[in-house]
């Protein structure tokens, strides 16, 4: 049984991945994260207790950290999750952007050089192709590379990072880039979990200027089996896309939140846009397609509404997050505070 390293595996996507591999059951999985805001050990209940499941509270940018880990677990692969990953925030403050993506990306490349690992999977984002106008086509591997936000931008310098190590050491390194996921256990900051819980709860949702933004919405399913693939099956060196075909308007995803949950449609709320706000993210996948044999399965009109319901059933996560009680969960489950 080969062990892989998952950093962020506490996140949103980290921590489907993290339940995906576990059920799949043919890894030893060593999860490390730092649990800032965005970390919920809630998430991964039930499986960091399994034999298989080890979660280690820490950050990848500290170098002697990093060094134990890959020691005392014997590290095959990582897994590379970890990071700021709000535009917002990075709007607000760009610096925590460079210290995790970029210095902290820099940091774990080097422990798993030193380590010898067998791969290193680096999930990046479509970001960092900056933006499309509405007839241009999707983004393919070979746009270049124009981030417009600090967190796009550190996302884009991480990636060439990666890019170095496997042209100048020789490290067997894959990157993959998707579009904006969805799905059970997102962090309601982002699009989709803020306004289903606004809604929910008849709060204003907030539409950042004409909300004629377009993004290509990716179920989190889907996207966790793509970086399995690009574990087994990817070339090193090379760049994958992943997208979902489900380009919307950001306005007609909250209009359909307000028809699965109920709400009134007077909660829309237009406000002031978010500065330098792209406009249009559309991914080619055609490359993970061929290679990779990967297809996204979810449909956004079906992953929309399973997800709205994720939401509405699992209320006491809801309340924990919104109250802030998630993250006391360190505390409950180890006896011991942060
Ligand atoms: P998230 O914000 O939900 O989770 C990030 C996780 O990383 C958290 O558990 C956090 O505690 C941890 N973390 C942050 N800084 C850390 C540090 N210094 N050391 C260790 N752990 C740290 O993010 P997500 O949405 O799950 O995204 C995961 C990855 O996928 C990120 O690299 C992100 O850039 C990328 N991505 C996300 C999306 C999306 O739509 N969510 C789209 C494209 C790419
Ligand atoms: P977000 O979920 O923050 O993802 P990203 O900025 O990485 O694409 O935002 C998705 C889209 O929704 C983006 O165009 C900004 C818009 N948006 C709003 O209109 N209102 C909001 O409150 C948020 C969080 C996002």
Known sequence: MTTLLITGGAGFIGSNLVGMLAAAG??????????????????????????????????????????????????????????????????????????TNVTGTLRLLEAARAASVRRFVHVSTDEVYGTLGPDDAPFTEQTPLQPNSPYSASKAASDLLVRAFVHTYGMDCV?????????????????????????????????????????????????????????????????????????????????????????????????????GHDRRYAIDPRKASTELGWQPVHSVEQGLAETIAWYRSNATWCENVRSGAYLDYYAKHYGTSL
């Open 175 to 275: 990157t993959t880039r998707c579009s904006n996921n969805y799905g059970p256990y997102q962090f309601p900051e982002k699009l989709i979990p803020l306004m289903t819980l606004n809604a929910l709860e008849g709060k204003s949702l907030p539409v950042y200027g004409d909300g004629r933004q377009v993004r290509d919405w990716l179920h989190v399913e889907d996207h966790c089996r793509g970086i399995m693939l690009a574990l087994e099956h990817g070339r090193s060196g090379e760049v994958y896309n992943f997208g979902g075909y489900g380009e919307r308007f950001n306005i007609d995803i909250v209009q359909r939140i307000i028809e699965l949950t109920g709400a009134d449609a007077s909660l829309i709320t237009h406000v002031t846009d978010r500065p």
């Open 26 to 99: 043919q890894h030893r999985l060593v999860i490390l994260d730092a649990l800032t805001y965005a970390g919920n050990l809630q998430n991964l209940a039930g499986l960091i207790d399994s034999e298989h499941v080890v979660f280690v509270h820490g950050s990848i940018t500290d170098a002697d950290l990093l060094g134990k880990v890959f020691a005392e677990h014997s590290i095959d692969a990582v897994l590379h999750l970890a990071a700021e990953s709000h535009v917002d925030r990075s709007i607000a403050s760009a610096a925590p952007f460079v210290e």
